[in-house]
T-cell receptor, first 110, second 114 residues
Framework: SQQGEEDPQALSIQEGENATMNCSYK?????LQWYRQNSGRGLVHLIL?????REKHSGRLRVTLDTSKKSSSLLITASRAADTASYFC??????????FGKGTKLSVIP | NAGVTQTPKFRVLKTGQSMTLLCAQD?????MYWYRQDPGMGLRLIHY???????AKGEVPDGYNVSRLKKQNFLLGLESAAPSQTSVYFC?????????????FGPGTRLTVL
């Protein structure tokens, strides 16, 4: 069963705008990761946030985690055409397995 | 350093045919995974391996078999392909296997079963 659910399913913005994607999950987690998938490619890891962290930054990426609401958000600031991709959250509670959401498809229009 | 590679990139099968997908990684990772990605479904774990000679079932293992005879290779087999197995298959690997460990993905194999 799917643990994470991203929202919105699709997002279209102009270059230079900020993009926000949300992920909700159902059970307790230890960690939450965000991945990007360019069309026709494999997934690439973007950022990890642990359950005891509330916010994390990496370059133009900002991730928040609210364990009380079982939700996370990914903010991409000053978006570029190259950010066009699908973004997935992946949750983990124990070892080995990550459970991926269905993804948000982001289109950045030049 | 090629990372994770998958062979083949594309394949078309007829119902009932068999095939093997090969995943190879050159990062000396212990843990390897096979996922399938269907439209609107995200990634679902088929099988995984925690080391050479070991395999375990994931979320959707039915109709698939796997083998990990060498640490660097993880094979996914379809003994009798069905149209429901039309999907994009991704292999991934990591070194620690924990939920905090990055998974490194291959480029995928697009399989169509007619």
């Amino acid at each position: 069963s799917q643990q994470g659910e991203e929202d919105p399913q699709a997002l279209s913005i102009q270059e230079g705008e900020n993009a926000t994607m949300n992920c909700s999950y159902k059970t307790s987690i230890n960690n939450l990761q965000w991945y990007r998938q360019n069309s026709g490619r494999g997934l690439v890891h973007l950022i990890l946030i642990r359950s005891n962290e509330r916010e994390k930054h990496s370059g133009r990426l900002r991730v928040t985690l609210d364990t009380s609401k079982k939700s996370s958000s990914l903010l991409i600031t000053a978006s570029r055409a190259a950010d066009t991709a699908s973004y997935f959250c992946a949750t983990g509670a124990g070892s080995y397995q990550l459970t991926f959401g269905k993804g948000t498809k982001l289109s950045v229009i030049p | 350093n090629a990372g994770v590679t998958q062979t083949p990139k594309f394949r078309v099968l007829k119902t009932g045919q068999s095939m093997t997908l090969l995943c190879a990684q050159d990062m000396n990772h212990e843990y390897m995974y096979w996922y399938r990605q269907d439209p609107g479904m995200g990634l679902r774990l088929i099988h995984y391996s925690v080391g050479e000679g070991t395999t375990a079932k994931g979320e959707v293992p039915d109709g698939y078999n796997v083998s990990r005879l060498k640490k660097q290779n993880f094979l996914l087999g379809l003994e009798s392909a069905a149209p429901s197995q039309t999907s994009v298959y991704f292999c991934a690997s990591n070194s620690l296997g924990t939920s905090a460990d990055t998974q490194y993905f291959g480029p995928g194999t697009r399989l169509t079963v007619l």
